[in-house]
């Protein structure tokens, strides 16, 4: 057994959150929801409540979008768009359901002087896109297969000026890239090889020797939709295997209950986009 006692080190962020009010599931784009099976508003506000306190309490800045009637999964705000050193590039969400969530992620970047750039392809932000600012110089990474568009990675890369890494999503359950893999520092990466076509499985071996794996039970359990700050890990606390793994590896889990925006389809991440400046 290697023993690992590396010192980790937490970089502050600034992200964008949007409170669960109107959160419910009536309509099913992923098949984790399910319109038979009631959800408890009031414990999702809940739930999403302690994430954000989770966050302000590690010394990190949440910025809140209004949520709006009428667009229950808004609470997913890591959909919304994807910013990378100051720009902002727009979503374009696959399903009608969704899309007016885009205009108002646009509304709030244009209101705080982001560079914002409009897509013409469909792609749904921070869901399928990645930025590891270490890793490689700057290298985004790119999920397709279920939500966004291959165009769309190379729209983000005219967009962004960054290399874009396309990696094929093959489980449906696993339908956005942030939930079979998270940046875990600014270098490197936690994933669920299974999630990914063999040859983005090579891809990723290949840029990230030193990536944590993790397992079945672990993707399943939502624990790659987690939020890292470099040192405190933040993810949903079913994810009781992987949390050990990541403390072995050097990095302070900091497990949160979210069972009420599971039934979405998502977690902790799906809940916060980052906002890179
Ligand atoms: N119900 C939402 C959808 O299917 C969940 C989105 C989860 N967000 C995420 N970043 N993976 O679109």
Request: proline share 6%; hydrophobic share 45%.
């Amino acid at each position: 057994m290697v023993i690992v006692n590396q010192q980790r080190v937490p970089r502050k962020r600034t992200y964008l959150m949007c409170s669960p009010e109107h959160f419910a599931v009536e309509y099913a784009i992923n098949p984790w929801m399910d319109v038979t099976r009631p959800v408890d508003p009031e414990l999702a506000v809940k739930q999403w409540d302690r994430l954000r306190e989770t966050l302000v309490g590690l010394g990190h800045e949440v910025h809140l979008l209004a949520p709006e009637p009428g667009l229950p999964d808004m609470v997913y705000a890591a959909n919304g768009a994807f910013s990378v050193d100051g720009t902002v590039y727009g979503a374009r969400f696959k399903h009608h359901q969704r899309t007016a969530e885009a205009a108002a992620h646009r509304a709030f970047y244009e209101s705080q002087g982001w560079r914002f750039i409009a897509p013409n392809e469909t792609n749904e932000g921070e869901g399928d896109f990645a930025y590891l600012p270490e890793a490689h110089g700057g290298l985004i990474l790119a999920g397709y297969g279920f939500r966004t568009e291959l165009a769309a990675h190379a729209e983000a890369q005219e967009a962004l000026g960054r290399p874009v890494i396309s990696l094929r999503l093959v489980d449906p359950r696993f339908y956005h890239l942030d939930v079979a893999l998270a940046s875990i520092d600014d270098g490197n990466i936690v994933y669920y090889p299974g999630a990914f076509s063999a040859a983005a499985q090579k891809v990723l071996a290949q840029l990230f020797p030193d990536a944590v794996l993790a397992e079945a039970e672990d993707v399943l359990a939502f624990g790659l939709n987690l939020v890292s700050d470099g040192a405190n890990v933040v993810l949903n606390s079913e994810a009781t295997r992987l949390a050990g793994r990541l403390k072995a590896a050097g990095y302070t889990p900091i497990p949160v209950e979210l069972a009420e925006l599971k039934k979405g389809g998502g977690s902790v991440k799906c809940c916060i986009a980052e906002l890179r400046h």
